[in-house]
């Protein structure tokens, strides 16, 4: 999970960041969290993270609020 004071967009939540929340909905629709990861690991390493700090941010998307259950 991002932490919210580091987005670099407006996401109009207090829960999520810019990337997992536009125009009042959640981006990702689906409900399967090992599909969200992984393209949410693809877009970080296209931006040019480092693989690891990619994996570590991969792995807290499962605590954000969307996917607990």
Known sequence: ????????GVSG????CSYCFKDG???????DVNEF????YEGMRQKGMNPITAKFFTWMIGFAPRWKK
């Open 1 to 8: 999970m991002m932490p919210l004071d580091k987005d670099p």
């Open 13 to 16: 939540s207090d829960k999520y």
């Open 25 to 31: 909905k959640l981006v990702y629709e689906g409900n």
């Open 37 to 40: 990861k992984r393209r949410a």
